[in-house]
T-cell receptor, first 114, second 115 residues
Framework: QKEVEQDPGPLSVPEGAIVSLNCTYSNSAFQYFMWYRQYSRKGPELLMYTYSSGNKEDGRFTAQVDKSSKYISLFIRDSQPSDSATYLCAMGSYSGGGADGLTFGKGTHLIIQP | EAGVAQSPRYKIIEKRQSVAFWCNPISGHATLYWYQQILGQGPKLLIQFQNNGVVDDSQLPKDRFSAERLKGVDSTLKIQPAKLEDSAVYLC?????????????FGDGTRLSIL
């Protein structure tokens, strides 16, 4: 079992729909959680990061973390064609020296149909 | 603020040849990471530096991969000799420091093809 599971899709929805993207994880040591957006032939771009269970909202994006279920979500409201990209969840933990490198999911390929 | 710079953007080599990638992190960022992203996968951490010291290189194939950050700023990642399975995008990321609330910012990567 991989540490982070993410459905690769593709996920295709009409413009204006609410999109729900999810990841599950098995390592209870993960303490902070991030969502990145990656366009083709570009590097990952940070969208959201959270450290505790609950919701965090930024514009059209809402990140949700449930540590008890080891489950995180990203919701996109009023989806636009420009949101079409691959969405990567990422998680990190702390060791003695500070934050470790991130562990990523495979990414979900999202297509917003005009 | 300038982002993470990487070069070259693309590289094509034959197996058993050597290749090097360069990364210039965001100014003032003490922590630098190299990730490998194989097509259809998420990035996988290869090595993490704090200033010019290695924090974690547990997933770096040390028989063929090496990395350095001599002056605590720019970094190079080298592969020698390259294998077919090394075909991937090599991403560099940086963060202000190693506190968990400091997000990692990525460059656009170097796309490596091994023939």
């Amino acid at each position: 079992q991989k540490e982070v599971e993410q459905d690769p899709g593709p996920l295709s929805v009409p413009e204006g729909a609410i999109v729900s993207l999810n990841c599950t994880y098995s390592n209870s040591a993960f303490q902070y959680f991030m969502w990145y957006r990656q366009y083709s032939r570009k590097g990952p771009e940070l969208l959201m990061y959270t450290y505790s269970s609950g919701n965090k909202e930024d514009g059209r994006f809402t990140a949700q973390v449930d540590k008890s279920s080891k489950y995180i979500s990203l919701f996109i409201r009023d989806s636009q064609p420009s949101d079409s990209a691959t969405y990567l969840c990422a998680m990190g933990s702390y060791s003695g020296g500070g934050a470790d490198g991130l562990t990523f999911g495979k990414g979900t390929h999202l297509i917003i149909q005009p | 603020e300038a982002g993470v710079a990487q070069s070259p953007r693309y590289k094509i080599i034959e197996k058993r040849q050597s290749v090097a990638f360069w990364c210039n992190p965001i100014s003032g960022h003490a922590t630098l990471y190299w990730y490998q992203q194989i097509l259809g996968q998420g990035p996988k951490l290869l090595i993490q530096f704090q200033n010019n010291g290695v924090v974690d290189d547990s997933q770096l194939p040390k028989d063929r991969f090496s990395a350095e950050r001599l002056k605590g700023v720019d970094s190079t990642l080298k592969i020698q000799p390259a294998k077919l399975e090394d075909s991937a995008v090599y991403l560099c990321a940086s963060s202000l420091d190693m506190r968990g609330n400091q997000p990692q910012h990525f460059g656009d990567g170097t796309r490596l093809s091994i023939l």
